[in-house]
């Protein structure tokens, strides 16, 4: 079984907005969540989906899931304070779904989009060779590794450097081991599911993906999503076009 983690537990405090969690924004017409959502319900290799929410909006999440028939989404949690608080909540619904020790969860944030079913496949495909995936993005400049002071401390090579991102794939007995040992060890606000799995001395299989592969966290990422968005859907009209010639 493959279930899809989502998490949308934020506020969206860096986008300075009106108040609307950033995952409920629309973009034409649709909240970007659902944008994220739809393209795990469309990916035949996922059998279900959690959905970890910012409490408040419960209902409005339950709502949109129905309305856009989002019919593999069995669960919605509540989120934690945290990011590392909600996807646990959100995998322990994904342990009472779960029918094997096999069973593989792909962990992704709600404001995420621009993913696809290849990457989802491979996600999967690279967890069973591997044991886990980490999906990144290689990076286009120098990284400058600071101390407190702001001094450099190391220039790291580009071909060396990668940009995790998401999903973060792993067996969903092994990453629910983790967190429950995190929270043994006090460790309640650790970024990310790969350095939660690193700081237990997990060995991390990366996957490429495009730069497209967004996180919208600011207002210019919103402005670059939709941006995006239209050239994917002028590229599609126009390959239909020449179909038609």
């Known amino acids: ?17 009106t108040g609307v ?3 409920f924004l ?8 659902i944008h994220t959502l739809e393209k795990f319900q469309d990916c035949p290799a996922i059998d279900a989906i959690v959905l970890a929410c910012v409490e408040s909006h419960l209902q409005l999440a339950t709502e949109l899931a129905e309305q856009y028939a989002i019919t ?6 509540a989120g934690g304070s945290t990011g590392q608080a909600s996807i646990y909540a959100a995998l322990k619904a994904a342990a009472d779904l779960s029918t094997s020790s096999e069973d593989i969860v792909l962990i992704h944030d709600g404001v995420r989009p621009l993913i696809n079913s290849k990457l989802i496949e491979d996600n999967i495909k690279t967890v069973r ?5 980490i999906t990144c993005a290689q990076t286009k400049e120098t990284v400058a590794l600071v101390d407190k002071s702001g001094a450099i401390t190391m220039l790291t090579q580009r071909p060396e450097t ?6 973060q794939s792993f067996y969903l007995t092994e990453i629910l081991e983790a967190h429950e040992r995190a929270l ?3 460790l309640t606000d650790i970024i990310d599911s790969c350095t939660l799995m690193m700081n237990y001395g997990k060995t991390l299989q990366i996957l490429e993906c495009d730069s497209q592969n967004i996180k919208i966290t600011t207002f210019d990422d919103y402005f670059l999503f939709k941006a995006i968005l239209e ?3 002028d590229a599609a009209v126009f390959e239909f076009q020449l179909e038609e010639d």
């Open 129 to 133: 060779a591997y044991g886990s995936c």
């Open 72 to 77: 593999k989404l069995k669960r919605i949690v």
């Open 1 to 17: 079984m493959n279930i899809a983690i989502i998490f949308a537990g934020g506020v969206g405090a860096r986008m300075s907005n």
């Open 231 to 233: 050239m994917q859907q």
């Open 184 to 186: 043994a060890d006090g």
């Open 21 to 23: 969690p950033k995952q």
């Open 162 to 167: 990668k940009l995790a991102r998401a999903p």
């Open 26 to 33: 629309k973009v034409y017409g649709k909240p970007i969540l």
